[in-house]
């Protein structure tokens, strides 16, 4: 069946810092891929998304390129601040609902 | 645009009484919601899904009489957790979509549910 696998957090990064957060997928067909975000005491929030091979989505400051050779969608930002912090979600949908990784919790210190 | 809206934010409840979840699109049709369970620190396991007018589709190991979905309009639906017990302690999260995109759904803020 499908699923979504996450490099898992925390992750604590400086303000300004790189960031990459990986997730890899596995699916029949060919899915639409997202990232969602998660702030705290709240629900998600699409971040952004790719519906095929090589798009690529961006949001934000937020990119995510979709790579079907690797099967993988990792989410990167060049300079993250605090705001940022919160619980990011790979997703994938195919020909089911909405498939979840489980989240990696970023946190950004000034 | 999309908004989706749930309520209540948080609802404290005795063991053993029933509970209502509303679920509300805002300002679009949505023919298709969702119902998530997450966990702390974990990821969103879905409940079920409900298509206007129909009877909900349950996941494996969701008790469907436990948790009664009803999506009754195309901008409402509700979970009630029918008996609640601490173990159904949780935060319950709703999502809609449109018709023919299920793919994209817009999720609602969610709701604690802490069952004493």
């Known amino acids: 069946g499908n699923s979504v696998t996450q490099m898992e957090g925390p992750v604590t990064l400086s303000e300004e810092a790189f960031l990459t957060i990986n997730c890899t997928y596995t699916?029949?067909?060919?899915?639409?891929l997202f990232w969602y975000v998660q702030y705290p005491g709240e629900g998600l929030q699409l971040l952004l998304k790719?519906?095929?091979?090589?798009d690529k989505g961006s949001n934000k400051g937020f990119e995510a390129t979709y790579r079907k050779e690797t099967t993988s969608f990792h989410l990167e930002k060049g300079s993250v601040q605090v705001s940022d912090s919160a619980v990011y979600f790979c997703?994938?949908?195919?020909?089911?609902?909405?498939?979840f990784g489980k989240g990696t919790r970023l946190s950004v210190i000034a | 645009g999309a908004v989706v809206s749930q309520h209540p934010s948080r609802v404290i409840c005795k063991s053993g009484t029933s509970v209502k979840i509303e679920c509300r699109s805002l300002?679009?049709?949505?023919?298709?919601m969702f119902w998530y369970r997450q966990f702390p620190k974990q990821s969103l396991m879905l409940m079920a899904t409900?298509?206007?007018?129909?009877?909900?589709?349950?996941e494996q190991g969701v008790e469907k009489d436990k948790f009664l979905i009803n999506h009754a309009s195309l901008t409402l639906s509700t979970l009630t957790v029918t008996s609640a017990h601490p173990e159904d302690s949780s935060f319950y999260i709703c999502?809609?979509?449109?018709?023919?995109?299920?793919?994209?759904?817009?999720f609602g803020p969610g709701t604690r549910l802490t069952v004493l």
């Open positions: 999502s809609a979509s449109l018709l023919g995109h299920t793919d994209t759904q817009y």
């Open positions: 699916a029949t067909g060919y899915p639409s």
């Open positions: 790719a519906t095929k091979a090589d």
């Open positions: 997703a994938l949908s195919g020909n089911t609902p909405l498939v």
């Open positions: 300002d679009f049709q949505a023919t298709t």
């Open positions: 409900s298509n206007e007018g129909s009877k909900a589709t349950y």
